[in-house]
């Protein structure tokens, strides 16, 4: 394992907090450990890590509120912890931009897993995205810095948002099923719903209303394709 690799673990629950480190430790990984979400906002541009364990029921700013800041400066991926039996919008996690989630308690080897995945797939993301910029007409989509400019403005747009659209859009006409889709925006091992699909097909839809040459189109009983 590539001890190169920095994860910050934040959990106000201290013996779980050192668990998680303990487990990751053993995998190689440096672990910098935080008490609550202040704590994350206040050291995460100071130790880069690149991957960023995240409770959601956390003192002074929870996981929802860190994971919004951290999304406007950073795209390093996110694993949102709960605890079994709390409230959990998967979806709404899933819309501010995380990777993945994992549910107390789980087992060391699923943690492992999941880190390892996601640390995976975004070093895949990462060699892809060095000159990934797609022009449709009007709308331009720069997997590069992440950025979309809509008849010359610049929008903001969730991650997963924005990958959705650009997978659709790199491949237009092709219809994918939200099973596929779910695979090629948030891995094979992501263990979601499809309406996670529906959702942010809405919310793209809804950014770019009006005339287009092209649409987000749903193919009845099958699943979308971007038709140009």
Known sequence: MDNNIKIMVADDDRNIGELISLYLKKDGYEIFYCENGQEVTENFEKEAPNLLILDIMMPIKD???VLKEIR???KVPVIMVTA?????????GLELGADDYLVKPFDPLELSARVKAVLRRYDGEEKEDDT???TVENLQINM???SLTYEETQMEIPPKELELLYFLASNPNRVYTRE???DQIWGYDYV???????VH???LREKFEGKNSWEIKTVWGVGYKFKV
């Open 72 to 74: 406007e400066v950073s």
């Open 201 to 203: 097909i809405k919310r």
């Open 144 to 146: 590069t810095d992440y």
């Open 63 to 65: 996981g929802y509120q």
């Open 180 to 182: 596929q889709l779910l």
């Open 132 to 134: 990934e910029i797609l």
């Open 192 to 198: 979601g719903e499809t309406r996670t699909v529906d």
């Open 84 to 92: 079994k039996g709390e409230t959990f919008d998967k979806v709404l």
